[in-house]
């Protein structure tokens, strides 16, 4: 009996949330509970080895996603199915991290290389129901109104070009 070669392994992207507050942020950790290591649990469960999970960004302890993007390589078996793999995954994870979307992607994808941007949303409370406890894990509960016009003042100073190389990862590409 002669066995087939084995296939390289496929990069795929999942698009993920997740509520952070009962995480140490994204990235693996040797001691906390992390996104990334339950994201490679359940990878390795699925693909029968270990399998790094790269994100496009990394969130601290408590912050939760809403569209974050995770990169992987998974076996030839789930390329003409991500839609089962998605659901493998949502199945396997903790009820904290949801899977929205995963599909398969082109040879040399990576999440956080290949991310063209991203975004931020902070919520804030101003009025006092944002005390409530299904608020406040998601929200600051400020509890007063906003000086619109100090923040307007504030946001005049960032208008204009900026360079951000200095924020940008060791050996990032930051050609203009």
Known sequence: MTSRPLRSPRPFLAVV???????????RQPVERTVQAEFEAVLEQLMGRRTAATGAGR????????????????TERWAAQP??????????LPREIWVQHVQLMQPG???????????????????????????????????????VSALESAAAALEGEHSFRGLA????NTTP
């Not at 949330?17 to 990235?27: I, K």
């Not at 839609?83 to 396997?92: E, I, T």
Request: aromatic share 12%; no cysteine; net charge positive.
């Open 109 to 147: 994808f990576d999440a956080r290389r290949s991310a063209t941007a991203r975004r931020y949303r902070y919520l804030i409370g101003t009025d006092e129901a944002a005390a409530s406890p299904f608020r406040r894990p998601y929200e600051w509960p400020l509890g007063q109104t906003l000086d």
């Open 59 to 74: 969130t601290d302890t408590g912050v939760h996603a809403l569209g974050q993007g995770v990169s992987f390589q998974a």
């Open 169 to 172: 990862a060791a050996g990032a």
């Open 17 to 27: 949330q997740y509520d952070g507050g009962g995480f140490a942020g994204w990235q």
């Open 83 to 92: 839609v089962d793999l998605r659901r493998a995954l949502n199945a396997l």
